[in-house]
T-cell receptor
Framework: DGGITQSPKYLFRKEGQNVTLSCEQN?????MYWYRQDPGQGLRLIYY???????QKGDIAEGYSVSREKKESFPLTVTSAQKNPTAFYLC???????????????FGEGSRLTVL | AQSVAQPEDQVNVAEGNPLTVKCTYS??????LFWYVQYPNRGLQFLLK??????LVKGSYGFEAEFNKSQTSFHLKKPSALVSDSALYFC????????????FGKGNQVVVIP
């Protein structure tokens, strides 16, 4: 079935370590996104990519990095520079963003990162 | 920049009663509006969207939403709530110009009481 796969579902990190969250989609979508979810704060956009080899910062990009080498994959690295990384991370995809985008986002099941 | 407000943290409703989850938005130009639902420790699932046309939009699982331009609102409704509707509901908005970034509200927890 088509969809978005995030791994791992749960991840524990020691302070000072970088970790990478995987996101793979087989929906043939051009655009991919990373959101962070904290209780009571809704979803905040970290990074997004509208096409392979291109990505833009979202609202809270500091302490995070991404790559988009393949259409299917959009991994997120949480670096040691991110001061409060404990959160639920959601990856999403959509048809290519244009000024007339009207399509919905398709979300993965999320990855919960806990810093020990 | 576009934004949405979901004024209630939690909505409690008895099973079988009508359910309403409120959302107001702010955007330049005509809005594109969305509702998503999230079950515990899961991703978000799309429920419905308003792009243009009829102000009453029907979506998945018996949900519908009414677009009101004068009140800048897009409230989610269900005529008869089920216990299985208990979840976190997010409203989102995008403007017609620029890129395809959505602005999400903070979410409303819905609790349906048996």
């Amino acid at each position: 079935d088509g969809g978005i796969t995030q791994s791992p579902k749960y991840l524990f990190r020691k302070e000072g370590q970088n970790v990478t969250l995987s996101c793979e989609q087989n929906l043939n979508h051009d655009a991919m996104y990373w959101y962070r979810q904290d209780p009571g704060q809704g979803l905040r956009l970290i990074y997004y990519s509208q096409i392979v080899n291109d990505f833009q910062k979202g609202d809270i990009a500091e302490g995070y990095s991404v790559s988009r080498e393949k259409k299917e994959s959009f991994p997120l690295t949480v670096t040691s520079a991110q001061k409060n990384p404990t959160a639920f991370y959601l990856c999403a995809s959509s048809t290519r963003g244009t000024a007339f985008f009207t399509g919905e986002l398709f979300f993965g099941e999320g990855s919960r990162l806990t810093v020990l | 920049a576009q934004s949405v407000a979901q004024p209630e943290d939690q909505v409690n409703v008895a099973e079988g009663n009508p359910l309403t989850v409120k959302c107001t938005y702010s955007v330049s130009g005509n809005p594109y509006l969305f509702w998503y639902v999230q079950y515990p420790n899961r991703g978000l699932q799309f429920l419905l969207k308003y792009i243009t046309g009829d102000n009453l939009v029907k979506g998945s699982y018996g949900f519908e939403a009414e677009f009101n331009k004068s009140q800048t609102s897009f409230h989610l409704k269900k005529p008869s709530a089920l216990v299985s509707d208990s979840a976190l509901y997010f409203c989102a908005v995008r403007g017609p110009y620029g890129n395809n970034r959505l602005a999400f509200g903070k979410g409303n927890q819905v609790v349906v009481i048996p």
